[in-house]
C-alpha cells in the first residue's frame, strides 16, 4: 500500500488542484464584493424572475446534502456492512453540500448584514425560519457525527455509544431537510408550478438519485488518486439505489406532467409550456429542459439494464448523465419555471449575468475544496490503519 | 469565579434573556396568517374603473405616489419599483379574459397596487416580520428589518412589491425631505399611505385622481363611502380564489 501523502499530500497534481479551487474562489469573491456594492442589480434577476440560479443552486444542494442518509440509513439501520467505508465520505459530503446552500443563501440577501434578523425576530409562520432551523441542525449533526467517527477510528477504538442515537437521528432529519425546503415554494398561493403536494416527495427522489451518483463519481475518482477503494459491492448498491430514486423521480414528474395538461387548467399548464415549447415567443429554457428529459430517458436505460450498470466505465457515464439531468431539472428549471409565467400572466426572460455565474462557481469550487480538503483528512487518517481492519 | 464559569453563566444569561424576549414573539407571531380583531377600523380602497378610463393616459394618482414617496425612476421594466401602477385588463384580471373579451378592452388599463389582504401571504412568508399587518388592516413594510431575501415577492400573487436592485437614492427625481428614502437591497410597497392617514388625510392617489374614481375608507363602517359603493354596484376582486381576501375591491 503505497502512502497517501506520497500519492496526494504536497503532490504537484493536489495543489495544482486546491490552487485551481483557490483562483475560482477569489474570482467569485471579487464579484460578490461588486455584488454587495452595486446591489443585486448585477444578476440576471428581476422583479418578476425575482429568485434565479442562487435560490436554484441552494435547493439542488438541499438534496444532495440530504441523500448522505443513503448511505447512513442501509448502514445503521440495516447493517449493510459494504458501507461502513463510506458511510463517512456521505456525512462530508453532506457538511460540504449544506455549507454550500447557506453560502447560496447569504449571496441572494440584499441585505446580508442584517442576516441575523431571522434569528433576532424568531418567526414561526415563516417557512425560511424553520429552514434555517433545519439546515444548521444537519449541519451541526453531521460535523459532530464525521468529527466523532473519524476521531474514534484516528485513536483505533469504538466510537462512544452516545454517537448512535445521534445518527439515528440524522435520518429523519435529512429528510425533514428537503421536506421544509419544498415547504419553502408550495406554500405560496399564487405560484401555480410549485403549488403540489407531490413536490416534497419528488424533491426527496431527485435528491436520492443525485446524491448517490455523485458519490459514485467521488468513489471512482478517490480510487483513481488515492489507496482507497470503496469497493465494487459499495458502488453497485449506490447504482441500485439511484436507479431506483431515478424511476420514482421520472413516474414523479410525469405525474406533474399529466396532471397539468389533462385537466387543461391554463396558469397550470403555463409552466410547463414555458419550459419544455416556449411561452410568449420566449423559449430560453427549452434545449435545457429537453436535455435534461433525454439524459433522464438515456441513464434509466442504461440504470435498469444490470449488463450496463455493472460495468463500472458505463456506470460512471450514466452517473454524469443522472447529475446533470437533475441538476437541470431542479437547479434551474424548477425556480426559473416557477416565475414565469408572472402571476400578471407576464412573460420575463431571466438570463444570469457573469458576475452571477462566477459567484456561482466560487461556491461550487468551496464545495469541492470542502469535500477535498475533508476527504483527504478522512483518508490519511484510514491510511495509518491496518487495511485488514478496514476490510470489514 | 474562575473565567470558564464566568463565561458559562454569561452565556446561559444572555440565551435565557435572548429566549424570554422571543418567546411572547413566538407566541404572538402565529398573527400572520389569520384576520386581526383588535382595531375596529378596515382601510379599503374601492376603484371604479369606468371613471378611470375617462381619461386615456392618465396618470395623476400613479405621479401623486411617486413623489410623495421619493419612488426612484428605475426605467427598466426589470428593475422598476412602483407602488401603484396601470396594467392592461387581461394581466390586471388574467383568469376573467375570454376569446369574445374586445380587443380594445383587453388592453385598457386597470389601476394596480398592493391589496392590503385580510390574510397576507406575504406576512406569513416573511422570515423576520419585517412586513406585517396592522390591527386596522393595512400590511406594512419595515425597510430597516428586511434582509432582501424577496421571499415576500415569491408569495405576493398580485406582483405589488418591488425589490431595489441597487441603489434608489441616486433615481429619484425629486427628493421629497418629508419621507425616508430607501436603500439597495430592500423590499417595499405600497403602505395606503399610512403616514397621511395618520393625520387624517386621505391617501395621495386618491386625492390626485381627478375623476374621483377611488375610494378609501372603513369597511366596518356602515355609512362609510366605500361601503355604499359596495352595495350599491356588483364589484370584483383580483383572484379572490386564493383566499388572500384582498381589500382592494372594482366596480363593474
Known amino acids: 500500500m503505497f502512502m497517501f501523502e506520497k500519492a496526494v499530500v504536497g503532490s504537484k497534481k493536489y495543489w495544482a488542484w486546491v490552487g485551481c479551487l483557490c483562483a475560482v474562489i477569489a474570482m467569485g469573491f471579487l464579484c460578490y464584493v461588486l455584488q454587495l456594492r452595486e446591489g443585486l442589480g448585477i444578476t440576471g434577476m428581476s422583479r418578476d424572475v425575482s429568485w434565479g440560479l442562487y435560490i436554484a443552486q441552494f435547493t439542488f444542494f438541499v438534496g444532495v446534502a440530504a441523500s448522505a442518509v443513503m448511505v447512513v440509513l442501509p ?42 434578523n431571522v434569528m433576532l425576530h424568531p418567526t414561526l409562520h415563516s417557512m425560511m425560519f424553520w429552514d434555517m432551523v433545519s439546515l444548521s441542525g444537519y449541519l451541526g449533526l453531521n460535523a459532530l457525527i464525521s468529527l466523532i467517527m473519524l476521531s474514534a477510528e484516528r485513536k483505533g477504538v469504538a466510537p462512544p455509544a452516545w454517537i448512535r442515537p445521534v445518527i439515528i437521528l440524522s435520518i429523519p432529519w435529512a429528510v425533514s431537510i428537503h421536506t421544509v425546503t419544498a415547504f419553502l415554494y408550495n406554500g405560496l398561493p399564487g405560484r401555480a408550478f410549485w403549488l403540489t403536494a ?27 488518486v488515492t489507496w482507497f477503494n470503496a469497493g465494487k459491492e459499495a458502488i453497485q448498491k449506490l447504482a441500485l439505489i439511484v436507479t431506483y430514486a431515478m424511476i420514482i423521480n421520472v413516474f414523479f414528474i410525469l405525474m406533474e406532467v399529466f396532471t397539468a395538461l389533462y385537466s387543461g387548467i391554463p396558469e397550470d399548464a403555463a409552466h410547463l409550456r414555458f419550459l419544455y415549447t416556449g411561452l410568449g415567443g420566449q423559449s430560453p429554457l427549452v434545449p435545457w429542459m429537453w436535455t435534461s428529459s433525454a439524459l433522464a430517458a438515456v441513464s434509466l436505460v442504461l440504470l435498469i439494464v444490470p449488463r450496463y450498470r455493472h460495468n463500472e466505465k458505463i456506470l460512471a457515464v450514466t452517473c454524469v448523465a443522472v447529475f446533470l439531468s437533475l441538476w437541470i431539472d431542479k437547479g434551474i428549471g424548477l425556480i426559473i419555471g416557477g416565475f414565469v409565467p408572472s402571476p400578471l400572466a407576464k412573460v420575463t426572460s431571466y438570463v444570469p449575468t457573469l458576475p452571477e455565474i462566477t459567484i456561482i462557481a466560487a461556491i461550487w469550487a468551496l464545495g469541492a475544496l470542502m469535500i477535498t480538503v475533508f476527504y483527504k483528512i478522512a483518508l490519511s487518517v484510514r491510511e495509518r490503519l491496518p487495511e485488514k481492519a478496514m476490510a470489514h | 469565579m474562575d473565567r470558564r464559569k464566568f463565561i458559562g453563566i454569561a452565556a446561559g444569561a444572555s440565551a435565557l434573556a435572548l429566549a424570554g424576549s422571543a418567546l411572547p414573539k413566538l407566541i404572538g407571531g402565529g398573527s400572520g396568517g389569520g384576520t386581526e380583531e383588535s382595531s375596529k377600523t378596515r382601510w379599503a380602497m374601492v376603484i371604479d374603473p369606468s371613471k378611470c378610463l375617462k381619461r386615456d393616459g392618465c396618470t395623476a394618482c400613479v405621479a401623486a405616489c411617486d413623489k410623495v414617496h421619493n419612488i426612484p425612476g428605475f426605467h427598466d421594466p426589470k428593475h422598476e419599483v412602483k407602488w401603484i401602477w396601470k396594467e392592461p385588463f387581461e394581466n390586471a384580471f388574467p383568469e376573467q379574459e375570454n376569446r369574445f373579451t374586445a380587443e380594445q378592452f383587453k388592453e385598457k388599463p386597470f389601476i394596480l397596487l398592493c391589496n392590503h389582504c385580510d390574510n397576507p401571504p406575504c406576512v406569513r412568508v416573511c422570515p423576520t416580520q419585517a412586513t406585517w399587518k396592522r390591527g386596522d388592516g393595512i400590511v406594512m413594510m419595515d425597510w430597516h428589518r428586511c434582509i432582501g431575501c424577496r421571499y415576500c415577492m415569491a408569495a405576493c400573487p398580485y406582483g405589488s412589491r418591488s425589490f431595489n436592485w441597487s441603489d434608489p437614492r441616486t433615481h429619484i427625481e425629486r427628493m421629497d425631505p418629508g419621507f425616508p428614502t430607501r436603500t439597495k437591497g430592500v423590499v417595499e410597497k405600497c403602505t395606503f399611505c399610512d403616514e397621511r392617514i395618520a393625520r387624517g388625510e386621505k391617501p395621495a392617489c386618491v386625492e390626485a385622481c381627478p375623476e374621483k374614481a377611488m375610494a378609501f375608507g372603513d369597511l366596518a363602517d356602515p355609512k362609510s363611502e366605500v361601503r355604499r359603493l359596495l352595495e350599491g354596484r356588483y364589484s370584483i376582486r383580483r383572484k379572490p380564489e386564493l383566499g388572500t381576501q384582498p381589500e382592494v375591491f372594482y366596480l363593474i
Do not use: N, W
Not at chain 1, 458501507?83 to 453540500?97: N, R
Not at chain 1, 407531490?198 to 483513481?224: D, E, T
Open chain 1, 75 to 116: 448502514y445503521y439501520l440495516h447493517d449493510y456492512k459494504a458501507f461502513g467505508k463510506i458511510t463517512i465520505l456521505g456525512e462530508f459530503l453532506a457538511v460540504s453540500a449544506v455549507t454550500m446552500c447557506m453560502l447560496f443563501i447569504f449571496v441572494d440577501m440584499g441585505q446580508p448584514m442584517r442576516v441575523m
Open chain 1, 198 to 224: 407531490i413536490l416534497a416527495p419528488r424533491f426527496l427522489a431527485s435528491a436520492f438519485a443525485a446524491g448517490p451518483a455523485l458519490l459514485i463519481l467521488l468513489a471512482m475518482v478517490i480510487r483513481k
